[in-house]
T-cell receptor
């Protein structure tokens, strides 16, 4: 069964600290993996898209890694800011052009 | 311009009402999507339009009726909804064809059915 699992479910860190969110997937065939940031009550915003051949991709203070062999991805946030408080969702696209398999998300809270 | 707009932002409707949600994009995308998202859950795909034709209907009840009048607009017509249909409705768009195409999401319409 195609699944995307994320950990931790929630995370609280102090402003300025770094954190890493994890994503494991069992999607086959694999096409690409995305990380989205979603503020409460708003639409998701894409942070990165990674294909099979990409190991690392950065977007400002966000760095995503992908290990296609172990089917694991991580999202590292550096020097966190209060505005980073949101849900971070790992999404995998398999064979279908349109259908994405969504993880349950990690709710990140940054405290001053 | 990488913006997808949705109107209205909030909608409260009774179970006998008829209303419509609207979505617009001007990025030249030929794939457009409707998602439903309940609190603390990931978005669930409802419909996909490809080149203005309905490509995917994820067994959505007929009280939800999508429409794609042109390549920039996507509507979702609502009729005789149930309270459990209350959710955040998200519209998205992307390029068509093979490729790691980005799906751009709108801000959503918060729907409450009373």
């Amino acid at each position: 069964k195609n699944q995307v699992e994320q950990s931790p479910q929630s995370l609280i860190i102090l402003e300025g600290k770094n954190c890493t969110l994890q994503c494991n997937y069992t999607v086959s065939p694999f096409s690409n993996l995305r990380w989205y940031k979603q503020d409460t009550g708003r639409g998701p915003v894409s942070l990165t898209i990674m294909t099979f051949s990409e190991n690392t991709k950065s977007n400002g203070r966000y760095t995503a890694t992908l290990d296609a062999d172990t089917k694991q991805s991580s999202l590292h946030i550096t020097a966190s800011q209060l505005s980073d408080s949101a849900s971070y969702i790992c999404v995998v696209r398999g064979a279908s052009n349109y259908q994405l398999i969504w993880g349950a998300g990690t709710k990140l809270i940054i405290k001053p | 311009d990488t913006e997808v707009t949705q109107t209205p932002k909030h909608l409260v409707m009774g179970m006998t009402n008829k209303k419509s949600l609207k979505c617009e994009q001007h990025m030249g995308h030929r794939a457009m999507y409707w998602y439903k998202q309940k609190a603390k859950k990931p978005p669930e795909l409802m419909f996909v339009y490809s080149y203005e034709k309905l490509s995917i209907n994820e067994s959505v009840p007929s009280r939800f009726s999508p429409e794609c009048p042109n390549s920039s607009l996507l509507n979702l017509h609502l009729h005789a909804l149930q309270p459990e249909d209350s959710a955040l409705y998200l519209c998205a768009s992307s390029q068509e064809g093979q490729g790691p195409w980005e799906q751009y999401f709108g801000p959503g319409t918060r729907l409450t059915v009373t």
